[in-house]
């Protein structure tokens, strides 16, 4: 290699240090019922000296490891490290929750402290941080990356992690969480697909026509600086008062509540991101490329389909990127008005001041918008062409 | 053939190609020149109808263009732009390809003629086939815009400063490489430039324009020694006689030259040192390699040890090099001779000052006269 390499990595010494501090704060809280405040366990309190002292010397190995140098050898040893923390911590929160609730009552909770929490990010800031330095070899990123996930959810769906108070809340509910889950991607799905259908075709029509430019980006400008709850409130009065003049539109579920009126905001907001990914993926295009086309004898069609198409839709995918992370949580306000998805928990617990119910709305909202994410970054990797990746054949 | 008959653009009120007659014979290379905004580039633009005419009728090949579809049209006219516009998502196979394909021709078929373009532009197609614009240099992505506008051997052929976004060095090579591809496929070009010293290498004949209209459409060498008005006089500028030396081919004037194998004995040099101070050297297979200078070799042990060596390249002119590229090298080297290799860099002969000065000197009387 000839690149001069740092020799310490900054993002993983973060990491590691705040990994260190996780050991400051308590581990696991045990409540008699979901509401009350309950008592706050550290690590040694709950694990032990012996395990809590395991912890602390990964985390120093960590730091030391992050601290000398910043190969690939040492990145691969981080990433292992990191891993280890992640798997020692899930399993000592099965552990630790089913010996505190052991012989107690069903409405007793134990819930996952803040030191859990902060474990989680700094593993996940230390493998962030050493990531770049494994973009070589990619079944290494992909273990690195990915054990984790794996472990948490062979975990998950073992039982191991049924006595953690968000599983327990879980169980209540389970019927009622995969119907919001399903809802949820049914709502911020089906507005992407129908915002994709309409924004591309506007997003070209912006760029064929001087004309439709201005009212095109106007329109989508102005609703992108509407709060999201205004527009969904926005939305209620003239749908209710259509379905009101027009009571045989409520059997087409047009109302002022529930999933149209969130469903049509999520759409609006879906629209910009796409319209101007679509225009400028197009406007970007050297010129002399599209001269050249017509000037070999390709039809206006032709022009499109084999030279604008493929060069412009890794930009209208990253668009589309953009509007599907956006919208997934933005579905979460739509639970407001009646819509449903995931964001019904997290309203139901801010209600209830049940934190665990939060989380439980809340987390499948991040994973699910990583796991958006990551499929529309491949999607735009794939449809790269080759030939503007930058190199090599 | 290609014949434009009152051809006239407006855009708007602005008229940008006024009533334009001319006629482009049949395998000739016909330059457009100007200042910018003269109409030269509309011109070329309305003849693949890329721009409609105002007015006026265009013919390519006898047909009117304007009863033939465009895209037609298009595909019987090679075309190259100065920014070559290849297709960043496809090799360079596929973008000298696209053609042939918009003609439907068979895979076979259109394999071999990419590798006979790129073999014809100079390239390795085992090499050059598979890459992507992005990985060729300024003078390859060239190269391939010129194969691709040839592909389908297209017997029109429209290039708008295909030269034009390269180094000075590198678009030298291109304009001698494709004088001499046009030597050999005698298309009808139509070329558009903004340098006279490619109009005058490359044209049969140069069309003047300045605001749309046709100044003087002649040879280069009659626009050189007779412009026909000021305009022209001031565009072709005050170095004519140096820029006409760009027309005349060294081949005429190469003589032999006293020369000497770098193994040849130190007595062989020496004779042939009594006849001549300066003696080029070839090496065994008759390659130029360096000269020798009869003063040195008196001091020297042998030929070799006397010899200053040289890469041909440097020292030497091509006897397809024109006679402004053989003077500049003299002038540059401040030399009385320069010695001429083919194209193996075996030595040919030599070319000396006073002989060009000599040819300079006849057509200067015979233009007078």
Known sequence: MLRQTPNHDSVAVTGSVIGLFSCLFGWFTFKPNRLVAGTSFSLWESAGWGIAAVIIMLWLLCLALSLTGSGKKRAILLGILANLLLVVTFILAGLETGRLMAGEVSFARVSLGAGVWITLAGVYIVIFGIRQRLFGSRIWLNLISWTGMVVFVVLLATGWLNNVSIMQEFMGREERFIQELLRHIYLFGGSVAVATILGIPLGILAVRSKRAEKPVFFIANITQTIPSLALFGLLIAPLSALSFAFPVLREFGIRGVGATPAILALIIYSLLPIIRNTFVSLRQLDPAVIDAGFGMGMSPGRVFRKIEMPLAAPLVLEGIRTASVQAVGNTAVAALIGAGGLGWFIFQGLGQAATDLIVLGALPIIGLALIVDAVMRTAVRLATPKGLTGGDS | ?369
């Open chain 2, 1 to 369: 053939m290609i014949k434009l008959e009152n051809a006239t653009k407006y855009y708007g009120v602005s008229i940008a190609v006024d009533s334009l007659t001319m006629e482009i014979n049949q395998g000739e290379t016909c330059v457009l020149i100007g200042p910018s905004g003269c109409g030269k580039t509309t011109t070329l633009r309305m003849i693949n109808r890329l721009v409609e005419p105002t007015s006026g009728r265009i013919y390519v090949n006898g047909q009117d263009t304007s009863q033939i579809k465009p895209d037609q049209l298009r595909k019987s006219i090679g075309y190259a732009i100065q920014s070559v516009g290849l297709f960043p998502h496809l090799s360079v196979a596929a973008n000298i390809s696209v053609v042939p394909e918009l003609l439907k021709w068979d895979k076979g078929r259109t394999a071999e003629r990419v590798e006979e373009l790129l073999t014809l532009v100079g390239l390795d197609p085992a090499e050059y086939a598979h890459k992507y614009p992005n990985q060729l240099s300024g003078g390859e992505a060239q190269r391939i815009g010129v194969a691709r506008a040839l592909a389908a051997d297209p017997p029109t052929l429209l290039m708008d400063e295909p030269f034009g976004a390269v180094d000075p060095l590198t678009r030298e090579r291109l304009q001698a490489q494709f004088a001499l591809i046009q030597k050999t496929l005698k298309k009808t070009v139509i070329l558009v430039t903004h340098d006279l010293d490619e109009a005058i290498r490359l044209a049969d004949r140069i069309a003047i324009m300045a605001s749309g209209k046709l100044v003087q459409y002649d040879t280069p060498e009659v626009i050189l020694s007779h412009p026909q008005n000021k305009f022209v006089h001031d565009f072709v500028g005050t170095d004519r006689a140096l820029k006409r030396l760009s027309r005349m081919g060294i081949e005429s004037l190469i003589k032999d030259t006293p020369s000497i194998k770098v193994s040849a004995s130190m007595k062989e040099a020496q004779a042939i040192c009594r006849r001549s101070r300066w003696i080029w050297v070839t090496g065994e297979d008759n390659r130029l390699i360096g000269w020798l200078d009869g003063a040195i070799l008196k001091e020297a042990s042998s030929v070799s040890e006397a010899t200053v060596y040289g890469e041909a390249e440097e020292i030497a002119v091509t006897r397809n090099a024109t006679l402004k590229e053989a003077l500049s090298r003299m002038l540059g080297q401040g030399l009385k001779s320069i010695p001429v290799v083919d194209d193996k860099n075996h030595l040919l002969g030599e070319l000396t000052l006073s002989d060009i000065e000599l040819i300079t000197a006849a057509a200067e009387t015979k233009d007078n006269a």
